[in-house]
């Protein structure tokens, strides 16, 4: 059994910061690929940020440059370090977990919702215009 568990959200102000943490816990391994999805009322469950075990990283251009993901492979942690916020980033991030996919035999993360088994309870961030 794989549990996510979430620490962070909140609201803030534009420009300011927030910082959101993933833990997996279990026996089982969560899976190489972790990172954070997020969803907007009406809007689709977008990638946000996803993090491979071996270090590659994945930014939406919404955020690139603003967020950063971090990882402790060690305890299958994952963060996500927000900055520079702007109202556009409210929404409800989860946390998401699971086995890369294969692409032209190169195993990547899907930056696909529904490709991911392993959730988080969510948790809203809410940016203040």
């Known amino acids: 059994q794989v549990e996510l568990v979430e620490f962070g959200g909140g609201s803030a102000q534009a420009g300011g910061s927030l910082n959101l943490s993933c833990t997996a816990s279990?026996?089982?391994?969560?899976?190489?690929?972790m990172g954070w999805f997020r969803q907007a009322p009406g809007k689709e469950r977008e990638a946000v940020a996803l993090a491979y075990a071996a270090g590659d990283t994945f930014y939406s251009d919404l955020v690139s440059g603003r967020f950063t993901i971090s990882q402790d492979n060690a305890k299958n942690t994952v963060f996500l370090q927000m900055n520079n916020l702007e109202p556009e980033d409210t929404a409800v991030y989860y946390c998401a977990a699971d086995w890369a996919v294969l692409k032209k035999r190169v195993p990547v993360c899907s930056l696909s919702a529904s490709d991911y088994n392993k959730w988080g309870q969510g948790t809203q961030v809410t940016v203040l215009s």
């Open positions: 279990g026996h089982a391994y969560s899976g190489n690929c």
